[in-house]
């Protein structure tokens, strides 16, 4: 049987991990490689939100959950269109 998730140690780590986030709106496609590493980063960061609130429902991330999930689709998107390659 898994452990149970620590919700609440979740949550604070991704309020953090938010809080340190990329912001996409200063990076520029010109800049290729800054700005594709800024869309996975933020890409990877909603699919963490995902995870945590399928684990954790009562989380205070899944009223933004949604917004999370089209932001992900947005950047994958754009990740794709400049042509990005995942450094992971």
């Known amino acids: 049987m898994a452990p149970a998730a620590d919700c609440a140690a979740e949550a604070a ?18 800049d290729r490689p800054p700005y594709c590493i800024t869309l996975e980063t933020v890409m990877a960061f909603a699919g963490r939100v995902r995870t945590h609130v ?5 989380s205070d991330f899944a009223a933004s959950a949604a917004d999370w999930s089209r932001r992900r689709n947005d950047y994958a998107r754009l990740f794709s269109q400049y042509r990005c390659k995942r450094t992971r």
């Open 54 to 58: 399928a684990r954790c429902p009562n």
């Open 13 to 30: 780590m991704l309020a953090k991990e938010q809080s340190e986030l990329p912001r996409l709106e200063v990076a520029s496609p010109a």
